[in-house]
């Protein structure tokens, strides 16, 4: 599991010199299980450019396409200083650091009606065994590796993929 330090963060993408702010530590799955089980469902899932593939959402996910940090990206594997800012992003939603059923991402994408909270796209999950909430779950609580999580990931990813083979 990754840490992140909030405070030089925030005074970076401020241009700030005031240093006093009280740092947070953020945590949030593994990098790795995160770039090779979580990265294709959630770019394709909720990285377009009219959802999370916004710069002006709070979760700001960088999808290979969706939003790129340079124009000549589009199209190509998301890079690795992609996938470590999408990981800023995740982590900069857990800033409570509670349980992960209580994870912002894992609450908005879920269904009000599943003990979820109301979210712009809509449900992204009906309830909670859903392939692409189970996935998350799992790489947010740090068991992106487990082979259960990545059977979650596989299946989440199959069902918003398309098969372009055709």
């Excluded at 790795?32 to 700001?60: E, F, K, P, W």
């Excluded at 994870?103 to 449900?123: I, P």
């Excluded at 609580?141 to 082979?147: C, F, L, P, S, V």
Aim: proline share 2%.
């Amino acid at each position: 599991m990754r840490t992140f330090v909030l405070a030089p963060l925030v005074c970076a993408l401020m241009a700030c010199n005031d240093t006093s702010i009280e740092e947070i530590p953020l945590t949030v799955g593994d990098g790795d299980s995160y770039a090779i089980n979580v990265q294709t469902y959630v770019g394709y899932r909720c990285g377009s450019l009219d959802c999370h593939g916004d710069m002006g959402r709070t979760l700001r996910i960088y999808a290979e396409r969706g939003l790129r940090s340079q124009d000549v990206l589009r199209n190509q594997q998301v890079s690795n200083s992609e996938i470590s800012e999408n990981l800023l992003s995740f982590a900069a939603l857990d800033s409570l650091g509670g349980p992960v059923e209580e994870n912002l991402v894992l609450l908005k994408g879920l269904a009000v009606s599943a003990g979820g909270m109301a979210h712009e796209g809509g449900a992204v999950w009906s309830d909670t065994n859903a392939a692409g909430y189970r996935c998350l779950a799992a790489w947010l609580a740090g068991r992106g590796e487990d082979a259960a999580a990545q059977a979650a990931c596989t299946e989440a990813t199959a069902e918003v993929v398309p098969d372009e083979s055709n």
